[in-house]
């Protein structure tokens, strides 16, 4: 079992930041890849961006130059910097954990709302 708590979401700016961190309940090492993704309402869940165990990045066209993604093994924490943001990645964001061993299973956070104004 892998538990995730997304925090760091909030109302701002066009042109704004935010930092989202998503605190996993063991050893990063232990989970092949971490991700990032939001739903808007009315639009299917897309992926954000993505991170494997071995440090290796993946980002969605939408968000490539603008969000970082990155963990920090020590403190089993995800984060997804987000710079430049634009109204259109107004979204609830959520926390993802991959694991393939001994069974493949996906976990969810409860996920975290950002809000860009224009």
């Known amino acids: 079992q892998v538990q995730l708590v997304e925090s760091g979401g909030g109302l701002v700016q066009a042109g704004g930041s935010l930092r989202l961190s998503c605190v996993v309940s063991?050893?990063?090492?232990?989970?092949?890849?971490m991700g990032w993704y939001r739903q808007a309402p009315g639009k299917q869940r897309e992926l954000v961006a993505t991170?494997?165990?071995?440090?290796?990045?993946n980002y969605a066209d939408s968000v490539k130059g603008r969000f970082t993604i990155s963990a920090d093994n020590v403190k089993n924490t995800v984060y997804l910097q987000m710079n430049s943001l634009k109204p259109e990645d107004t979204a609830v964001y959520y926390c993802?954990?991959?694991?393939?061993?001994?069974?493949?299973?996906?976990?969810w956070g409860q996920g975290t709302q950002v809000t860009v104004s224009s």
């Open positions: 991170i494997t165990s071995g440090g290796i990045t």
């Open positions: 993802n954990a991959l694991v393939t061993r001994p069974t493949i299973d996906r976990y």
């Open positions: 063991r050893s990063i090492f232990s989970i092949n890849v």
